[in-house]
C-alpha cells in the first residue's frame, strides 16, 4: 500500500506498519499492534466515564447489559481480524444523545437516549452488534491508523508509539470522535445482523432500527449514529439482501437454545 512505504522512513521501526483485510476481504491499512490499540481504547472509556454519568435505573442497565451479553457470548463463534478481549465492560450513560459505541480493549457504552429509539431487545442487539462489529474488524485501528497518515509527526503519532497522559485526550478522540468511513459502517451493519443472529436476536428487526432512526432523523440533525452511514436506502436495500443468510442463522441459534430474554 503506497501510503504505508510514504510512513515507513518517516515514523520508523517503531511503528509497526501492516496492511491487513477485514473479514469481508476490504484490504486495511494498520499501524498499530492489538494490545496497543486495546490499550488506548480502556483508556479513553476511563476518560469518558469520568465525563459522563452512568444510569441510576439499574433496572436500564441490567437490560443493557443482558443484550449485550447475548452478543458477546456468541463473538468467538466469528472470525475476527483482531484478538477476541476476554471480557466486555457494558456501562449505560445517562445522556439523551442517541447513540453507543465500542472501544478496543472490550468496551461497550450505551446512552439512555438511544433507548428511545431502538425500542426492543432486537434492535439494541442490532445497534450493539454494529458497534462492537467496527472494533473487532479492525476498523478502531484503521481509524487511527488512517488519522495518523493526515497528522504525521503530531501528537496523535506519539499517542501510538508509546502512551502518554499528554496524548490520552487526543486518543480518545480519535477512537471516539472522529467518524467512521462509510465503507465501516457497510461492514459493521452486515457483519454485526451476522452476530445478532448468532446470539438469537431476529436480523430482520436491524431493518427496522435503520429505519426507526432515520425517521428520527427527519428534518433535524441526525443522531450521531447515523451522521456518516450510508444513504438509508443503500443500508436497507444491502440489509435486505443479506436477510434470508441471517433469517437461517437466526433459525439455527433458536434451535440451539439461544433465546435471549431480556426485558427493560
Ligand atoms: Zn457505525
Redesign the pocket.
Known sequence: MSKSRILLPLLGAAVLVACATSPLGRSQLKLVSDSEVSQMGINSFTELKQKTPATKDTKEAAYVQCVAGAITRVIPQMKWDVSIPTSWEVVTFESKDVNAFALPGGKIGVYTGLLDVATTPDQLAAVIG??VT?VLAGHSAERVSSDAVGSLGTAVASAFTGIDASTLSVATKTLFLLP?SRA??SE?DLLGMDLMAKAGFDPSQSIVLWQNMSAKAGGQAPPQ?MST?PSNSTRIHDLSARLPQDAAVYQQARAAGLRPSCSR
Open positions: 454494529h458497534e467496527h467512521y465501516h459502517e459493521a449514529l452511514h
